[in-house]
């Protein structure tokens, strides 16, 4: 039995440790968003009751989601209106207690106005595998996720009635319209402006809800990376949306429960010395 176990360890450290893997760019995507009728913004350029939801589907390093912008549209969907950024050193308070070195696939982020309760940093995924929370982060306005400093574009994230593209890119964009580094983009419009048809053409017509909606409204995909948006009046900030969407995302975390190197290499030194022990144990 040790010597099974043993081999079992060498074969993982050599297929999944020692084995250089490629490596392809990191990648979020937008899973959810929800609007309030209200207005006040709490002195943090964002809706105090509305929130967006970002789902991770690589892992993902604390530089890595500081390096990008998200935001929202105006209510033509024709020009980008509010531009945010995660904050480092929010990020770094939740990964470092969970002993990891980078979020992994399958993590939710929402960034939440500031009547949406305090921020939820207790980030666990390997400590309790089936839990929601533990797979979770709530960044609120201001704290976890602040206005971007440059004022290229410097309006609120205010999710509108009428129409609205919820957005994260790879970097700032240039202008207000500058749409090129789009990493995912949902919306609603029944009468798309350019930032809405840019969506449509970058990730598909699923992409935009052909609608506009009425307040409180959450608009959530219910499937997977191919969009398939629909509205109601209640959302399911920092959980999975139900059925395909839960489908996806619980098959994204069951595959990145892998352990990183450094857990790898434990439990091969655990297994060397059990395996030292029972020898010794034989021959005494």
Excluded at 53 to 61: A, C, P, S
Excluded at 70 to 83: E, H, I, K, M, R
Excluded at 84 to 103: I, K, R, V
Excluded at 216 to 222: E, L, R, S, V, W
């Amino acid at each position: 039995m040790t010597r099974l176990l043993l081999r079992f360890f060498a074969v993982y450290f050599v297929l999944v440790v020692a084995t250089p893997t490629n490596c392809q760019a990191a990648s979020i995507v937008v899973n959810e968003y929800k609007n309030s009728s209200g207005s006040s913004l709490g002195g943090a350029k964002m809706i105090t009751d509305e929130y967006i939801e970002f789902v991770l589907t690589e892992d993902m390093t604390v530089a890595q989601l500081a390096a990008l912008t998200f935001g929202d549209s105006n209510d033509a969907t024709a020009t980008l209106q509010g531009v945010f950024q995660f904050d480092s050193a929010t990020l770094t308070s939740a990964l470092t207690p969970s002993g990891l070195s980078a979020f992994k696939a399958g993590t939710i982020i929402v960034v939440k106005g500031n009547a949406l309760g305090s921020q939820n940093l207790s980030y666990d995924p390997f400590g309790n595998p089936t839990s929601d929370d533990a797979w979770s982060l709530e960044l609120v306005a201001g704290l976890g996720a602040k206005d971007h400093a440059e004022t290229t574009i410097n309006g609120d994230i205010n999710i509108a009635i009428n129409g609205d593209v919820v957005w994260i890119a790879s970097g700032l964009p240039s202008n207000n319209t500058d749409t090129s580094k789009f990493i995912s983009a949902i919306g609603h419009d029944n009468n798309p402006g350019s930032i809405a048809n840019a969506v449509i053409s970058q990730f598909g017509s699923g992409s935009i809800l052909s609608s506009t909606v009425g307040a409180p409204k959450a608009i959530y995909n219910t499937a997977d990376d191919i969009v398939s948006l629909t509205a109601s009046n209640t959302g399911s900030m920092g959980t999975m949306n139900g059925g395909a969407n839960s489908t996806w995302i619980n098959g994204i975390r069951s595959t990145s429960l892998v352990p990183e190197p450094s857990r790898a290499l434990l439990l091969l030194a655990g297994a060397q010395a059990l395996v030292f022990r029972r020898r010794r144990s034989s021959q005494s």
